[in-house]
């Protein structure tokens, strides 16, 4: 087992298409609960957020499409893969939440999945805003831009 050492966090899995997809308002730390073969899955490397998301229901806040591979040693005590899990917040955070995706075009998206300090498994979640096609086209050629910047610089000190 890996001890991790204080203010260390290890990164189970990342949702990259978020960034691309949606504007960041604002970020959470949610805890998970999961079964003790999951926990043993995600230790292995088995998980996978594309497609994930959250929502509000009936004042509980789920984490649907998260899908956890099934433990390599585990028999009968495997769980579904697939199967809606509930995240762990403060009911004043999730009252708050859910306030905010009721207005138009917000969504609570999973941005990362990580092992925190204590080593209990632990969602950061986004409340975000859908970005349509310009502004998907904007942050590309701005990101772009970005990069021959430092290339040309990187160049430059070179010389």
């Not at 949606?22 to 999951?38: K, M, P, V």
């Not at 004043?92 to 209990?120: D, H, T, W």
Request: aromatic share 6%; glycine share 6%.
């Amino acid at each position: 087992m890996i001890r991790l050492t204080s203010r260390q966090n290890k990164t189970i899995a990342k949702n990259r298409r978020a960034y691309h997809d949606y504007h960041i308002d604002e970020t959470f730390e949610a805890g998970i609960e999961l079964t003790g073969t999951e926990v043993r899955s995600l230790r292995e490397g088995g998980g996978q957020l594309t497609d994930t998301y959250a929502m509000v229901r009936n004042g509980e806040l789920w984490l649907l499409g998260l899908h956890i591979k099934a433990y390599s040693h585990g028999n009968r005590s495997n769980v579904d893969p697939d199967r809606n899990r509930r995240l762990l917040m403060h009911k004043k955070q999730i009252r708050y939440l859910e306030s905010k995706v009721q207005q138009a075009g917000m969504a609570l998206v999973p941005l990362s999945l990580y092992f925190a300090e204590n080593c209990k498994v632990k969602v950061e979640l986004a409340l975000a805003r859908g970005k349509k096609l310009y502004d998907k086209r904007q942050s590309m050629a701005a990101r772009d831009s970005k990069r021959e910047v430092e290339r040309t610089l990187k160049d430059r000190s070179y010389e």
